[in-house]
């Protein structure tokens, strides 16, 4: 699960990647899966949650069951978690290395309309309240 967390020095929130089995934050994505449940019977995606696990002990507890016993009503379809930042720029419209670079795709003149429908927004909500 992705969470906000606090930094090491514990003042500085950041996002960070959560064990789904053991709950400790996942710290290197070489060593680590995300998966999602897939219908047997449909072959669809089920509710299109995304888990991810640290590999070998949490996504063998969490996944082999369901994936080795054909009773189960869904098996978990997974990828190497190195790729979902990569699959989430295409997701997000977003190009690879504007990303790292930290330069979002936004200019200064839509960046000033959002202030703007925020600064409405935030006047709609306080004529509201009063
Ligand atoms: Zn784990």
């Not at 996504?59 to 189960?72: C, I, L, Q, V």
């Not at 190195?82 to 989430?88: A, E, F, G, K, T």
């Amino acid at each position: 699960m992705l969470c906000m967390i606090l930094d090491k020095d514990e003042t500085k929130p950041r996002p960070a990647f959560i064990c789904d089995y053991c709950n400790k934050e996942i710290t290197d994505a070489r060593y680590t899966i995300y998966t999602w449940k897939v219908s047997r019977e449909t072959e669809e995606i089920t509710d299109g949650k995304i888990y991810t696990l640290h590999k070998g002990i949490c996504d063998k507890a969490m996944t082999d069951s369901d994936n080795k016993h054909r009773r189960s009503l869904f098996r978990w379809d997974w990828g190497d978690l190195i790729w979902l930042p990569r699959d989430l720029t295409y997701s997000l419209n977003l190009l690879w290395d504007e990303a790292q670079e930290k330069k979002l795709l936004i200019t200064e003149e839509e960046e000033k309309q959002m202030q703007t429908i925020q600064e409405k927004l935030l006047e709609w909500e306080n004529s509201i309240e009063e």
